[in-house]
């Protein structure tokens, strides 16, 4: 998303981009609105949701229950490739991938936004 939001024009007098929210503008939503240089919302718009959530299913049981099995081998360069969300190792790397990703979602916003990083996170949702 951060991509898309780039590419709208900055400080350009000619063309104005407005964004307009309805109903729910959230995440990867509010990132591109939050780039938009002018910002509308409708009077029961909901705003925000800023962060990063990474949601896992677990279907190796049920799987397993219809007889399917699964072999995954990675390469010893890339140890991390595939690595569970459940390994303590695996739930490590998310929660920094997650965490990454979500300061960089609230730097592009206070950019967008001309206001600080500490003020996306306490003010923004």
């Known amino acids: 998303m951060f991509q898309l939001a780039f590419l709208l024009p900055r400080e350009t007098p000619i063309v104005v981009e407005v964004g307009y929210a309805q109903g729910m503008c959230a995440s990867a939503g509010f990132w591109i609105f939050a780039a938009c240089g002018i910002c509308v919302a409708d009077k029961t718009a909901l705003l925000g949701s800023i962060g990063v959530v990474f949601r896992f299913e677990d279907d190796s049981e049920a799987m397993e229950n219809r007889g399917y099995k699964q072999y995954v081998i990675t390469s010893k360069q890339s140890p991390l490739k595939n690595i569970s969300p459940v390994d303590?190792?695996?739930?490590?790397?998310?929660?920094?991938?997650?965490?990454?990703?979500?300061a960089e979602f609230i730097d592009n916003v206070a950019l967008y936004r001309n206001v600080t990083a500490e003020a996306v996170e306490s003010d923004f949702g």
């Open 88 to 102: 303590p190792k695996g739930e490590k790397a998310y929660q920094g991938l997650a965490d990454e990703l979500a």
